[in-house]
C-alpha cells in the first residue's frame, strides 16, 4: 500500500527530519517505489513537488530532505500504484480550489467498484481511484455550501459522512488540508504523534539519525505528525480508531 505523511502545526516548521526517514519507504526500507509527492502551504499559497520516480532516487526528494521549508501545513505520498499506470499525472498529492483556497489530498487504499459522477466541476486529469474520489469530495462540498465554507463543526462532519461512503468501497485512508486545518481519516492503518514542551529526542525506525528538538524548538511550539506507520521508534504514536476523522488545527487534534 502507498505511505502517507502529514503535519500540522501552530507556527511555520520544516519537516527535514521526518522526511528523511519517510522517503526511504520510496524504494529503500518498503517497495514503494511509483512516485512521490509533497505539498507545503505557505499562506494561502501551496509549494508542490512530485516526481514519478522512487523517491530514493529522486533528485526532487533529496532537495526537500535537506532544504528547510516551513510550513503550518504539509502532506507527502509515497506512491505504490493500484490503479493507474506510473505516470506524473497519477502522482499524488492532487491539488484543486474551493471557495478561494487550494485543497490537497492524498489518499492509501484501493476503492473498488467506483467510478467518477459526470457533470461535477471537478474531474480528474489521471486514472487513479484517489483523483476521483477527492473530486467527488469538493463537487459534494461546493454544492452543499455554495456560499462558502461553513464553520469547522459543519464543514468536519459533512467530511466525516461523506468519508464514511466513500469507505464502504475499500481501504480509504487519506490526508486532507486547505492550510487552515489538517484531516486525516482512517480505515484500517493510520497514527499520528503529537511534540510539545518538554520537548525531548527522536529517533528515526527507516534511518539511523535522531534530533533533539528541544535545541530546535520553542517552549511553545505544538508539532503533530500523522503517517501510515509510525517514522520513530522512541515516541509514543496513538493509533486512529477504524472510520476516525480527526482534524489538526495548530499542532493539535480536535475531537468534533
Not at 502551504?41 to 533529496?62: L, N, Q, T, Y
Not at 484501493?110 to 487513479?128: A, C, D, I, K, M
Not at 528538538?213 to 509510525?230: G, L
Amino acid at each position: 500500500m502507498c505511505q502517507l505523511m502529514g503535519m500540522n502545526c501552530n507556527v511555520p516548521t520544516d519537516i527535514c527530519f521526518s522526511f528523511r526517514g519517510f522517503h526511504q519507504r520510496g524504494g529503500n526500507t518498503a517497495d514503494h517505489a511509483d512516485g512521490f509527492g509533497v505539498a507545503f502551504f505557505e499562506g494561502a499559497g501551496c509549494r508542490m513537488f512530485v516526481d514519478s520516480r522512487p523517491a530514493v532516487d529522486s533528485p526532487v526528494a533529496a532537495l526537500i530532505a535537506t532544504y528547510p521549508i516551513r510550513s503550518q501545513n504539509v502532506i507527502a505520498h509515497i506512491r505504490k500504484a493500484t490503479r493507474g499506470e506510473v505516470a506524473l499525472v497519477n502522482t499524488h498529492p492532487f491539488m484543486r480550489e474551493l471557495w478561494g483556497r487550494y485543497w490537497i489530498f492524498a489518499h492509501n487504499g484501493t476503492l473498488e467498484n467506483f467510478g467518477p459522477q459526470s457533470g461535477g466541476q471537478y474531474r480528474p486529469v489521471g486514472t487513479t481511484d484517489s483523483e476521483q474520489a477527492f473530486c467527488q469530495l469538493l463537487d459534494s462540498l461546493r454544492l452543499r455550501y455554495p456560499d462558502g465554507q461553513p464553520p469547522l463543526t459543519e464543514l468536519y462532519g459533512s467530511i466525516a459522512a461523506w468519508s464514511a461512503k466513500i469507505a464502504k468501497h475499500g481501504k480509504f485512508n487519506y490526508i486532507l488540508s486547505n492550510g487552515d486545518y489538517l484531516f486525516a481519516y482512517c480505515t484500517d492503518n493510520l497514527s499520528y504523534v503529537l511534540r510539545h514542551a518538554p520537548f525531548t529526542t527522536a529517533h528515526l525506525k527507516d534511518q539511523d539519525i535522531e534530533v533533539d528538538f528541544s535545541q530546535v524548538t520553542t517552549p511553545n511550539d505544538r508539532i503533530a505528525i500523522v503517517a501510515t506507520e509510525p517514522l520513530t521508534d522512541n515516541e509514543r504514536w496513538v493509533p486512529f480508531s477504524s472510520g476516525q476523522l480527526v482534524v489538526f488545527q495548530d499542532g493539535a487534534p480536535l475531537f468534533l
